[in-house]
């Protein structure tokens, strides 16, 4: 089929080896070589869109950058974008910028739970799910998602039922869900919803992935789901995955129940987020004001991305196959067709693939025989990550004489 003409350009990006970008300066420390393209951590090597940087640029014009409140008008930027995309009504005394999606889900846990008391995640899940329950001294409960007769991972809301005790007070959401790429349906949140509503739990409903969801889905804000959905929980949006602008360090927590307002509030002014910084005030504002074709562009970029990732899946499927795709830029690769260890997996994929990956071990156990690959790329790096992959399989494919 003929590739849609975009107006946004794809195909290139700029090189992030001589900035500070995490992905390369931590390649020695995790991979044992530089050697290794990194498809890990969750940002692009996507240019952050020119109008965001051009927000920036005209700011810094003005030479004092000192202590600055976020701007009213920058709020009222996320609110429309939640209500244009995601039908979300959200009043501006609901919402709270914080620097981080990581950060705000610490303030959350200390402000309703104590020491001892239980936190429930549903695995395999971006790792910092767990550290941020254990670091506070909560206890973890973890419920494994399951795959269904389709391959597809659902909650386990049978094990959700009973895992349940008194000391249990906080359910941490990943909505649409690292590293699985779900998209949760309303009927799927709503279980959930109502399970926590009638055991008192809180449940904080991480949707930072929330708007790079893909042709046939919709994202259903957990807020959204029911009223009682709505009383018990806080949830994230953000812009850092939406337009790559991780590196500008702004999101927003949004609560509308009161008093659950008022719980966090106490922690959140505790904690001192103060103003934050004021060119990412202008960035976030931009970037959710004129976003919107970008957007549109860049998952059709990135679906074109995921369907090379499958059709070479599709050739070497005895050895990896790709879990369907609802949303994020992440595949997960179900490798278990390779019959390799784990240490022995990550290794194949740096030393034959020299492509740097994350390991599924580090979700948790069920990602065990799995890894996780960021396709967030341009079409010329696509195309090197493919050409190393599929160079690997083959090799892996002669020297089992599999074919
Ligand atoms: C589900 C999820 N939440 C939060 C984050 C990080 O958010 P922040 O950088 O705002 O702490 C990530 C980054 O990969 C993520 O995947």
Known sequence: ?????????????????????????????????????PVWV????????DFVLKSVKQRLEHPIVGYEEVPHSAYKAQAEWLQRRHGLSVSLE?????????????????AFSEEGDEVIVQTPVYPPFFHSVTEHGRKLLK?????????KYVFDIDRLKVMITPKTKLLLLCSPHNPVGRVWSREELEEIANICYKNNI????????????????????F?????????????????????????????????????????????????????????????????????????????IHLWNNYETLCELSEEYKELIQ?????????AWLDCRGMELKDKELRDFFVEEAKLGLN?????????????????????????????????????????????
Request: no cysteine; glycine share 6%; hydrophobic share 40%.
């Open 359 to 403: 390991a599924g071990i580090s979700f948790g156990r069920e990602g065990s025989g799995f890894m996780r690959l960021n396709f967030a790329v341009s079409s010329a790096k696509m195309s090197l990550i493919i050409e190393r992959l599929r160079n690997a399989l083959e090799t892996l494919r002669n020297k089992r004489g599999k074919h």
């Open 143 to 151: 419920n494994s998602l399951i795959q269904n007769s389709e391959g």
């Open 42 to 49: 969750a940002d692009m090597d996507i240019n952050t869109p």
């Open 223 to 299: 807020a959204m789901v029911s009223q009682k959905a709505a009383e018990i929980s806080l949830s994230a949006f953000g812009v850092g995955k939406t337009f790559n602008m991780a590196g500008f360090a702004m999101s927003s927590v949004v609560v509308q129940n009161p008093l659950l307002k008022e719980k966090f509030e106490k922690v959140y002014k505790r904690v001192h987020f103060a103003g934050g910084n004021a060119l990412s005030h202008v960035a976030f504002e931009r970037a959710y004001k004129e976003g919107d074709l970008w957007l549109e562009e860049l998952k």
């Open 1 to 37: 089929m003929e590739k849609k003409r975009l107006m946004y350009d794809f195909s290139q990006a700029a090189s992030r080896e001589e900035t500070n970008a995490e992905k390369y300066t931590l390649r020695e420390r995790l991979f044992g070589t530089v050697d290794v393209e």
């Open 94 to 110: 609901d919402m709270f910028h914080s620097h981080s999606v990581v950060a705000s889900m610490s303030v959350i846990i200390e």
């Open 322 to 330: 790709i879990i369907p795709l609802e949303a994020t830029y992440l």
């Open 202 to 221: 809180v449940v904080f409903s991480d949707e930072i992935h929330s708007d790079i969801v893909y042709a046939g889905k919709k994202h259903t804000p």
